[in-house]
């Protein structure tokens, strides 16, 4: 693995005020077929391709809505929903839905294209090949300016308070390549072995939404996926 010179630094770019930003990813999917499309080329050159509030993804059937710098979270919905209006309808006037889930229920990779024409991504398929290529998923980034890099990791350690609930909703795909994932969510106290048969962490307690899937205490972890 390539390592940064020792002598790279990178200034924290610090926030005078509290801002949130928002980068929401879709998948263009055929209004018929419910298929994911590759059309994200033309849908952006329609919206602009200068456009700052649409960007291209890894794939092409990805587009990003993205916000400006907001100062609280409705002025975020309202920059979101005023770019999706006219979005929705270049991509339905063109056969499509826009769609938005942690991944696709049938979907395939293999038939998905890259947009090598932008250099990062070209260099990313290149570096990561058939791992990158199957990164069928979409989401949603949330990004928030504090005024100080001080700030950074107390921010952080508080919102591992919350940690057990965000692990629980991107568990919430039920359905990946016509098959439920098999996934469950381990109680507190539980052991589960890991792929060389030691012990690993214990995860965090969910409460009763742990207890409920007991019937996976101590399995082998290939066993959960």
Known sequence: MLSAPASSHIDFAGSPRPTVGVEWEFALVDAETRDVSNEAAE????????????????????????????DSVPQAMDDLRSTLVTARKIVRDRGMELFCAGTHPFAKWSPQRASTDAPRYAELIKRTQWWGRQMLIWGVHVHVGISSAHKVMAINTSLLNHYPHLLALSASV???????????????????????????????DLGGVGRASSTTRRRPASSTT
């Not at 200068?50 to 710098?69: A, D, M, Q, Y």
């Not at 016509?178 to 012990?199: E, N, T």
């Open 174 to 204: 039920t359905v990946l390549g016509r098959r439920g994932h098999r996934l469950r969510l381990q109680p507190r106290d539980d052991v589960p072995a890991a792929a060389d048969g030691r012990a690993a962490v214990p995860l965090p």
């Open 43 to 70: 849908v952006i050159e329609e919206l602009g391709e200068n456009n700052p509030r649409v960007h291209k993804e890894l794939l092409r059937n990805t587009v990003e809505i993205v916000t400006g710098i907001c």
